[in-house]
């Protein structure tokens, strides 16, 4: 199957830095992207969809200066965290859709990355 | 936002026995799948259904869906130790914006 890097697994940081998260599809085109928060032991919220050469569409509550998307190709979307603070500590989640006409319905997620910032 | 509903919140059985949790949802849907998440990791396709299927097998797994009641139903037979996880069933509304319920936690005594 299609498989969908995230980098980094961990990252730790201090109050008011950035930090980025790359999500990567190895192996096909994925011109849709979607990012996605987890808390401890809840669901998936879908954060945001990342369309590649266009701004990524947000979901209701999710501030966009907070949480920065670029999709500038179509094997690689970022979010960038920005200001960070203790309460967006949290696991993120990608998803990309094979966009070479498969359609199969089936998503591919990232390994995740958990964000801890002190 | 969330619309699926999945119960039990948690579930813990024996080797061999079989697992069954249930998914509700709110609105109408393209497709419904199921996804495994083991701890701390990212999540794996388990199965989709369409909404015009009602039964679909893959391997161990029995996915059931009524449209007419909103639910759907996994089934993990002779379950193994390695299908400790949680369980997510996800609605797909045409947009692929996958709407995620809230887990079933399967662990799997030895």
């Known amino acids: 199957g299609a498989v969908v890097s995230q980098h980094p697994s961990r990252v730790i940081c201090k109050s008011g830095t950035s930090v980025k998260i790359e999500c990567r599809s190895l192996d096909f085109q994925a011109t849709t992207m979607f990012w996605y928060r987890q808390f401890p032991k809840q669901s998936l919220m879908l954060m945001a969809t990342?369309?590649?050469?266009?701004?990524?569409?947000?979901e209701q509550g999710v501030e966009k200066d907070k949480f920065l998307i670029n999709h500038a190709s179509l094997t690689l979307s970022t979010l960038t965290v920005t200001s960070a603070h203790p309460e967006d500590s949290s696991f993120y989640i990608c998803s990309a859709r094979d966009g070479r006409g498969r359609n199969t319905g089936e998503l591919f997620f990232g390994e995740g990355s958990r964000l801890t910032v002190l | 936002s969330q619309q699926g509903e999945e119960d039990p919140q948690a579930l813990s059985i024996q080797e061999g026995e079989n697992a069954t949790m249930n998914c509700s949802y709110k609105t109408s849907i393209n497709n419904l799948q199921w996804y495994r998440q083991n701890s701390g990791r990212g999540l794996v396709h388990l199965i989709l259904i369409r909404s015009n299927e009602r039964e679909k097998h893959s391997g161990r797994l029995r996915v059931t869906l009524d449209t007419s009641k909103k639910s759907s139903s996994l089934l993990i037979t002779a379950s193994r130790a390695a299908d400790t996880a949680s369980y997510f069933c996800?609605?797909?509304?045409?947009?692929?914006?996958?709407?995620f319920g809230a887990g079933t936690t399967v662990t799997v005594r030895a």
């Open positions: 990342s369309n590649e050469g266009s701004k990524a569409t947000y």
């Open positions: 996800a609605t797909d509304r045409y947009d692929y914006k996958l709407s």
